[in-house]
C-alpha cells in the first residue's frame, strides 16, 4: 500500500469483505462532508468578516488536527471507520480557510484548481482502468520514495516558517518553485493511481468491509492533496 494513511496498516480479512462499491460510496460521503464545511466556513467567514488571522489559525489548526487523525488512523486504521466523518470535517474547515485565503490575492484560483483537480482525478482513473499505466511494484516503489521526500521538505518549510523564514527558492514563486510546484502536481496526481490500485488489492485479499473507511480517508487525503498543489501552481502562474 503506499498512500501513507495506507502503506503502515494492518488490515484484517473480514466475513464480509470490502468492494470497489462501498469505498466509492463511502469516499463520496466524505467528499461531500467536507465540500459542505469548506463552503460553509468559507461563507461564514466572508458573511461574518472574520479576520485574517482568525480564519488562518482556523485553517491551520484544522490541517494540523486532520494530520494528526491520519498519523493516528495510520497506526490504528480499526479506527478508522469511526473518525473517517471527523477527518473529512477538518479537512473541509482547512479547505474553506486556504481557499478563501488564495481567492482573495487569486480570485479566479480556487475554483479553476478545483476543476483541475476533479478533471485530473478523472484522467488518471481512465488511465487506471485502460492500463496506459500499470502500478508496478518499482512504480510504487518511485512514488513512496517521492512522497515521503516531498513531506520531509515541508516539515522542514514549516520549520523555516516558524522562524520566519523559508526554504530558499521552492517556495518563492520563481521558476524554480515553479518547477518544483509541478513536479509535486505530477506526483499528487500520480498518488491516485496508488489509490486505486490500493483498494483492488484490497478487494482481492478479502479485507472486512470495516476498512472501506480507511481507503475513502486515502483517496480523500489525496484529492486534497492535489487541490491544494493545483492552486499553488496557479498563483505562482498569475505571479
Known amino acids: 500500500m503506499a498512500n501513507p494513511i495506507v502503506s503502515r496498516a494492518e488490515l484484517a480479512v473480514g466475513a464480509n469483505p470490502m468492494t470497489v462499491k462501498g469505498v466509492v460510496q463511502k469516499t463520496s460521503i466524505l467528499l461531500g462532508l467536507s465540500a459542505i464545511t469548506g463552503l460553509g466556513f468559507f461563507f461564514y467567514a466572508l458573511a461574518a ?6 480564519i488562518t489559525i482556523a485553517a491551520f489548526g484544522s490541517m494540523f488536527a486532520a494530520f494528526g487523525l491520519a498519523i493516528f488512523i495510520t497506526f490504528k ?3 478508522a471507520k469511526t473518525l473517517a466523518v471527523p477527518y473529512a470535517l477538518l479537512e473541509g474547515v482547512f479547505l474553506g480557510g486556504i481557499s478563501l485565503f488564495f481567492m482573495r490575492m487569486y480570485p479566479s484560483v480556487p475554483v479553476t ?31 513512496m520514495s517521492a512522497i515521503f521526500a516531498i513531506m520531509i521538505l515541508y516539515l522542514v ?6 522562524f520566519g523564514s523559508s526554504l530558499p527558492f521552492l517556495f518563492d514563486g520563481g521558476m524554480i518553485a515553479i518547477g518544483f510546484s509541478l513536479f509535486v502536481v505530477v506526483i499528487a496526481s500520480f498518488s491516485l ?3 486505486f490500485d490500493n483498494v483492488e488489492r484490497g478487494v482481492a485479499m478479502g479485507i472486512s468491509e470495516d476498512y472501506e473507511w480507511l481507503f475513502s480517508i486515502g483517496i480523500l487525503a489525496t484529492l486534497v492533496w492535489m487541490y491544494i498543489e493545483f492552486m499553488r501552481l496557479l498563483s505562482y502562474l498569475q505571479d
Open 49 to 54: 468578516g472574520l479576520s485574517r488571522g482568525f
Open 157 to 162: 518549510q514549516w520549520g523555516f516558517i516558524a
Open 193 to 195: 493511481l496508488l489509490d
Open 113 to 143: 484548481a478545483l476543476c483541475a483537480t476533479f478533471v485530473t482525478a478523472a484522467v488518471m482513473l481512465g488511465m487506471y482502468r485502460s492500463g496506459v499505466i500499470k502500478v508496478t511494484e518499482k512504480f510504487r516503489s518511485i512514488m
Open 77 to 79: 486504521p480499526q479506527k
